[in-house]
């Protein structure tokens, strides 16, 4: 309390996070969150894809390096976690390229970071269906049924999107697993999940606990 009002009245630039506003805090001093209402609150998102290759490309230019655009693109889409991760994986790719003395390639990603990113081959089909509907709390026949409310369709849809690009699996065969649905039925979930992913963070956020469930745990839901 005292640092701040010192702070402040120095006219020092005050930052600070939080995973909620300063009215949410029920457990701070009334003084002090009354304070730190003062100022100005900002919702920070994590970093959509446009974002991640915006940071990729600083990031390389600071080191003045010339990366192609898809070897951005590439790396964006596959650390999603954090930004120093994301600056680290850039890293660990140009670093890797000078040393073999092998050109930039999307190829030459995928072996940099090879282990840094899950591996496909390790995960089951099922293994990934379960997870998913443990994750939102349904039952694996409701997942798997024809039930088309959106309780339990965003979640199969999810579930497709997330066995397209976590597991090396095609689409009819996804349709097979996800109760005998077409594969153009899957290609729309997926499509819609990406899309939804980009603009709606919750959904997002959903993704990624489910895929970090997924390597952290093996899975055993």
């Not at 990031?59 to 680290?88: C, F, H, M």
């Not at 999307?106 to 099922?126: G, K, N, T």
């Not at 997926?190 to 895929?211: F, G, P, T």
């Amino acid at each position: 309390f005292h640092t701040f009002n010192t702070w402040h009245n120095q006219e020092k630039q005050i930052v600070m996070s939080s995973d909620r506003p300063p009215k949410a805090m029920v457990t701070l001093e009334e003084r002090l969150r009354s304070r730190f209402e003062w100022g100005l609150t900002v919702d920070i998102q994590p970093a959509d894809l446009e974002m991640r290759t915006a940071i990729l490309r600083s990031k390389a230019e600071r080191s003045n390096r010339q990366v192609p655009p898809e070897i951005l693109d590439s790396i964006a889409r596959q650390v999603q976690t954090n930004i120093r991760e994301l600056e680290g994986a850039l890293t660990r790719v140009m670093a890797y390229a000078e040393l073999s003395n092998k050109p930039l390639s999307v190829d030459l990603v995928q072996v940099a970071l090879a282990d840094l990113l899950p591996q496909r081959s390790a995960l089951e089909p099922r293994q990934v269906v379960r997870l998913v509907a443990a994750s939102f709390g349904l039952s694996l026949e409701r997942l798997l049924g024809r039930d088309r409310t959106r309780e339990v369709a965003l979640p199969r849809q999810i579930a497709m999107y997330i066995l397209r690009e976590e597991v090396n699996v095609s689409l009819p065969q996804i349709g097979e697993v996800l109760g005998g649905r077409d594969h153009t039925t899957v290609l729309y979930a997926c499509e819609k999940v990406a899309d939804m992913m980009e603009r709606d963070d919750r959904v997002r956020r959903q993704v990624l606990q489910i895929r970090e469930q997924l390597y952290s745990r093996g899975a055993a839901a």
